[in-house]
């Protein structure tokens, strides 16, 4: 099942959630949602910094994600990104699809 990686930060909105319900609801949540678009949470920590939150997920494919992105996203309780991460061995298949490119001003 493809992994995909999601961080970011959470409102003025989704921060008061955190502080009223605590910081195990938010990886229930995120759990139920996983699970209610086929894949399921690897991974939930909570972070200082730019990134309030940085999740690994296992899910069934680029659709699902766009899906629970979206759901979280429309929430208006955290400004989410989502990152599509690749195996080794998807990095090898890619290396060897023989592309062209010509850079800019070459």
């Known amino acids: 099942m493809p992994k995909y990686l999601f961080t970011g930060s959470f409102t003025a909105q989704g921060g008061s959630g955190?502080?009223?319900e605590g910081g195990t609801?938010?990886?229930?949540?995120v759990t139920d949602l996983f699970a209610s678009v086929g894949?399921?949470?690897?991974?939930?920590?909570?972070?200082?910094?730019?990134?309030?939150?940085?999740?690994l997920a296992d899910l069934p494919d680029n659709i699902a994600a766009a899906a629970g992105a979206l759901l979280v996203n429309s929430s208006g309780a955290v400004n989410n990104r989502t990152v599509v991460l690749l195996t080794p061995e998807e990095v090898d298949r890619a290396v060897a699809v023989k592309?062209?490119?010509?850079?800019?001003?070459?």
Do not use: C, M, Q
């Not at 894949?39 to 999740?55: K, Q």
């Not at 592309?99 to 070459?106: F, M, V």
């Open 18 to 20: 955190v502080l009223a």
């Open 25 to 29: 609801a938010r990886v229930k949540a």
């Open 39 to 55: 894949g399921r949470l690897e991974s939930y920590h909570f972070a200082f910094g730019t990134d309030d939150y940085v999740i």
């Open 99 to 106: 592309g062209s490119y010509r850079a800019p001003g070459g």
